[in-house]
């Protein structure tokens, strides 16, 4: 077993026919390219499972390995080591038995680790092999926890009078506000609202204030939820604090405000977009999220399209020229199913133009603008200019208007590719839509290739579901046919700890996807009611958004209350 033990982790996976020598070399390329721990680096590269990891370090070292998501950590244990060194090297303490510290890791051949952790804490230190993606799940878990509870402890202290703001507009100090917006519980306030959220994957937190609090709710997988309430005495600060933060004035309490900054935390660059509006008792601040890490990675794979769906958008996006246009609601996601359709075509032979208002995603290789009315930097300005600038592909952020619509589409007539979005409940209504705007049935029925209704799906969470088989009542009314209904399996959202108690995790695209034919022309050309191209388009195989949805439910990804709420209807 010493002689065991001087082996190195890519050593024993040699051993143990997981990875080749070959294999370990292009790992070992991989981490001094871009970092990361072997065992992170092996799983990454599709090499080997967390769990061929972790049984076979266990079975090599003689060594115990437990699923730590299971373990009930000890506040006092966890205390030994500093938050920065559990983060840093992924490491959790459990527990300790005299002079014995017992730690769960998924690299416990690293001697280096082990010598350190044991000149920090003067403990000697026994490991236990745990997979690395439930070491990182439990030590966000954990300081999440952590940290509402230190945040509802800072809350307390300023419930004490700590924070004092006149709420009066006429009787604001400024320089009071700036000192009190720059003190350490008013800034560890924010901190800790911030880190909460990323931590929680927020996609938009909202500070709202009320006639006797301070309002603070996440938006996490589309739906807002309360997280905490601020006593009224330390409103106006911690809006101060947000707002010097995103470079607004002050000063400026009556107008709406945008502004904008970037934090770094747990390894991840998160942008914020803030928004400020008066409202009756104080400003309103919503600050939207935005991961670059997420954006970096964004493929039309990963938008959790079904297959048929992903195959038409693939042809659409792969057309020289024309019209796409991508419909739904606020929130639907439908700026982010562009930018990863622009991705996927984004080539060095291709000259892309986008105009946003504001500019959400950055892509490398693609000449983004943001869009600025008030110097006159409009829409169809852009679009003007765009036309100038030698374009093969064009997106446009929104079609607002008819003069916007215009330009775009006599864009898309003239050989550019052009991608938009328009707000509306299905794909056929992008038709409809459009000829409401002002623009001629022919010149819609010439450019548009493609319409999308999308909407943002709840992926039901996996550790907490709950199984059951259906009613014949419910399977009738679902319309599920040419199955037999014992064997169907659905399943319900319960709560835990790692879905924050809602039942459901992450979300997924669900796309009604139109694709125009000659057929579709000839009805857009003769203004057909929007009723009957719909049935037209589902004669031509265009699955409606409720049967993609129910697809998803069958599936075990999500469940009839969610289809219920993004399409309105069982």
Do not use: W
Not at 291 to 307: N, P, R, S
Not at 489 to 509: E, F, H, I, W
């Amino acid at each position: 077993m010493a002689k065991i033990s001087r082996l190195g982790l890519g050593d024993v996976l040699i051993r143990e026919n997981f990875i080749t020598p070959r294999d370990f070399e292009r790992v070992k390329k991989y981490q001094r390219e871009k970092g990361g721990t072997l065992s992170e680096v092996v799983i990454k590269l599709g090499l080997v499972s967390e769990e061929d990891v972790v049984i076979g370090l266990a079975k090599q070292l003689g060594l115990p390995h437990m699923k730590l998501s299971n373990y009930k950590l000890d506040e006092e244990v966890m205390g030994i080591l500093p938050e920065q060194v559990i983060k840093k090297y992924r490491v959790v303490p459990l527990s300790k038995s005299g002079n014995t510290l017992t730690v769960a890791t998924a690299d416990p051949l690293n001697v280096l680790l082990i010598d350190n952790l044991k000149a920090r804490t003067g403990y000697n230190i026994q490991t236990i092999v745990c997979r690395p993606s439930e070491i990182s799940q439990v030590i966000e878990q954990y300081y999440s926890e952590m940290a509402t509870q230190n945040l509802d402890e800072l809350i307390e202290k300023s419930a004490g009078g700590e924070v004092e703001v006149v709420d009066n507009e006429e009787s604001v100090n400024l320089d009071n506000l700036l000192r009190q917006a720059e003190e350490a519980p008013i800034i560890r306030m924010v901190n800790m609202i911030l880190s909460q959220a990323i931590r929680e994957k927020a996609s938009d937190i909202h500070l709202e204030p009320f006639e006797k609090k301070l309002q603070v709710r996440y938006r996490v997988d589309g739906i807002l939820y309360p997280v905490t309430s601020i006593p009224k005495k330390a409103q106006n600060a911690i809006i101060s604090r947000v707002k010097i933060l995103s470079e607004m004035d002050i000063a400026e309490r009556r107008l709406p405000q945008d502004g904008r900054f970037g934090v770094k935390a747990y390894g991840r660059d998160i942008d914020f977009r803030v928004s400020a509006i008066p409202t009756r008792f104080g400003e309103k601040i919503v600050l939207r999220l935005l991961d670059k890490a997420q954006v970096a990675g964004l493929t039309i794979e990963k938008l959790g399209l079904e297959g048929d769906v992903l195959e038409k958008y693939r042809r659409a996006i792969s057309q020289p020229y024309g019209m796409i246009v991508l419909t739904g609601p606020t929130s639907c996601g439908k700026s982010t199913s562009l930018h990863a359709a622009i991705r996927a075509i984004n080539t060095p032979d291709k000259n892309i133009l986008t105009i946003e208002d504001p500019v959400e995603y950055g892509v490398e290789g693609v000449n983004q603008v943001q869009a600025h009315e008030e110097i006159g930097l409009t829409f169809p300005a852009v679009l003007r200019a765009f036309l100038r600038q030698d374009p093969d592909i064009i997106m446009l952020g929104e079609m607002r208007d008819l003069e916007t619509a215009d330009i775009g589409i006599k864009a898309a007539l003239t050989g550019h590719l052009l991608f938009t979005t328009l707000h509306t409940n299905n794909a056929v209504g992008a038709i409809t839509r459009l000829i409401n705007m002002g623009v001629e049935p022919f010149l819609i029925a010439g450019c548009l290739v493609f319409a999308g209704a999308q909407r943002l799906m709840r992926k039901v969470c996996k550790n907490c579901a709950q199984s059951y088989r259906p009613l014949p009542e419910l399977v009738e009314q679902l319309g599920i046919n040419g199955k037999n209904p014992k064997k169907i399996v659905l399943y319900k959202p319960r709560g835990c700890d790692r879905c924050n108690n809602t039942g459901y995790r992450g979300r997924m695209a669900v796309m009604e996807a139109l694709e125009v034919n000659d057929e579709i022309r000839d009805m857009i050309i003769r203004r057909a009611p929007e009723t009957e191209i719909e049935k037209v388009a589902i004669e031509n195989g265009m699955i409606p958004l409720k049967h993609n949805a129910l697809t998803k439910v069958l599936k075990g990804e999500s469940t009839v209350e969610e289809m219920a709420r993004i399409t309105g209807r069982i």
